[in-house]
T-cell receptor, first 115, second 116 residues
């Protein structure tokens, strides 16, 4: 079974540009999450999809961030326009079972650097 | 207030020795779950072990065990017989409430370096 896949692994962009991160969850996983870790701080929740619907987007920092999950399969996270403070590692995770003890399966993350 | 606190930013451990990583949490929910993840230098987040708030036994998974002290709200990870491959960041996380879709809240992590 393929794991959670994220593209690209690294991205370096200039302030003001747009970047789109992609996440392919494990096949059949309805729950998809985005997290990010900025400057060695805690890993922070951004949002949660159940299939194509946004279940919880309370962690999205501002309207420069747009997440989509068309068709309930892969997801994209767009940052437009990017700011310096958006630099960090963006993780995607997925889970299948609607059980409390179900762990999240994480991708390797996308390291975003905004210069 | 921090929901998950890991007070040890970094620590060294001698190969073959045991190491305990501290994690305290804060929640008013009676039902919650605690997770530990490992992040090696390659970057992936690897799930290690889970403890539910109603679980009567401390969780164990191979060389990993969880010292769960509910009254003290602590869920320390114990790694026995440390190996060089255990060098990594370790994150404690909590899921509150009954719905499995509830997000995980992470602590700041502890970096472990195993010395030969």
């Amino acid at each position: 079974e393929a794991g959670v896949t994220q593209f690209p692994s690294h991205s370096v962009i200039e302030k003001g540009q747009t970047v789109t991160l992609r996440c392919d969850p494990i096949s059949g996983h309805d729950n998809l999450y985005w997290y990010r870790r900025v400057m060695g701080k805690e890993i922070k929740f951004l949002l949660h999809f159940v299939k194509e619907s946004k279940q919880d987007e309370s962690g999205m920092p501002n309207n420069r961030f747009l997440a989509e999950r068309t068709g309930g399969t892969y997801s994209t996270l767009k940052v437009q326009p990017a700011e310096l403070e958006d630099s960090g590692v963006y993780f995607c995770a997925s889970s299948q079972e609607a059980r409390r003890r179900s762990p999240l399966h994480f991708g390797n993350g996308t390291r975003l650097t905004v210069t | 207030a921090q929901k998950i606190t890991q007070t040890q930013p970094g620590m060294f451990v001698q190969e073959k020795e045991a190491v305990t990583l501290d994690c305290t949490y804060d929640t008013s929910d009676q039902s919650y779950g605690l997770f530990w993840y490992k992040q090696p230098s390659s970057g992936e987040m690897i799930f290690l072990i889970y403890q539910g708030s109603y679980d009567e036994q401390n969780a164990t998974e191979g060389r990993y065990s969880l010292n769960f002290q509910k009254a003290r709200k602590s869920a320390n990870l114990v790694i026995s017989a440390s190996q060089l491959g255990d060098s990594a960041m370790y994150f404690c996380a909590m899921r509150e409430g009954w719905a499995a879709g509830n997000k995980l809240t992470f602590g700041g992590g502890t970096r472990v370096l195993v010395k030969p």
